[in-house]
T-cell receptor
Framework: GQQLNQSPQSMFIQEGEDVSMNCTSS?????WLWYKQDPGEGPVLLIA?????ELTSNGRLTAQFGITRKDSFLNISASIPSDVGIYFCACYNQGGKLIFGQGTELSVKP | GAGVSQSPSNKVTEKGKDVELRCDPISGHTALYWYRQSLGQGLEFLIYFQGNSAPDKSGLPSDRFSAERTGGSVSTLTIQRTQQEDSAVYLC????????????FGPGTRLTVL
């Protein structure tokens, strides 16, 4: 079936450092989404990408939809403690349902 | 306005018991989704409701799992004869309709089966 492979699984960084995570798949997708999940909460949409090659920013977050439509990355610049959480990539599968990567757990040391 | 709410926030039950999890979607959202999130994993689609159409149950892992949506609003996910492997966070989301419309998630119900 269609799967999203997300890496790294976890990251431990110092406050102020930049962060990069990515998702890859053997399947082609038309939409890439990036969510953040705070502890004890549901995921919240950060960035949505709808076009191959698209580069979109939202504050300190930047995400790109890979030109092959099989991958995407999310960068966070100048991390702060409130960036802590689990980040998920997600795409719509052939049945129109959201499928998620395994998540990247981010820890930020002040 | 109010977001998606779920209850209870935590549920501990014994193996073999039935449990009911509730979801109140955002008012006016016609699409409602249930997901399961096991420890350290991404979200796994379970079931989807859209308006008055028959639900898409393609993600339900076994016939012990069922869900209802009454009056096109509140939904209940029922797990019968719970097993330890059912332990997970169960998340509900709603959106204006299926497809690329943003899904808004509730805080989830953490289910622990002893």
């Amino acid at each position: 079936g269609q799967q999203l492979n997300q890496s790294p699984q976890s990251m431990f960084i110092q406050e102020g450092e930049d962060v990069s995570m990515n998702c890859t798949s053997s399947s082609i997708f038309n939409t890439w989404l990036w969510y953040k999940q705070d502890p004890g909460e549901g995921p919240v949409l950060l960035i949505a990408l709808y076009k191959a090659g698209e580069l979109t920013s939202n504050g300190r977050l930047t995400a790109q939809f890979g030109i092959t439509r099989k991958d995407s990355f999310l960068n966070i610049s100048a991390s702060i403690p409130s960036d802590v959480g689990i980040y998920f990539c997600a795409c719509y599968n052939q049945g129109g349902k959201l499928i998620f990567g395994q998540g990247t757990e981010l820890s930020v040391k002040p | 306005g109010a977001g998606v709410s779920q209850s209870p926030s935590n549920k501990v039950t014994e193996k073999g018991k039935d449990v009911e999890l509730r979801c109140d979607p955002i008012s006016g959202h016609t699409a409602l989704y249930w997901y399961r999130q096991s420890l350290g994993q991404g979200l796994e689609f379970l079931i989807y409701f859209q308006g008055n159409s028959a639900p898409d149950k393609s993600g339900l892992p076994s016939d012990r799992f069922s869900a209802e949506r009454t009056g096109g609003s509140v939904s209940t996910l029922t797990i019968q004869r719970t097993q330890q492997e059912d332990s997970a966070v169960y998340l509900c989301a709603s959106s204006h309709r299926e497809g690329v419309n943003e899904q808004f998630f509730g805080p989830g119900t953490r289910l622990t089966v002893l």
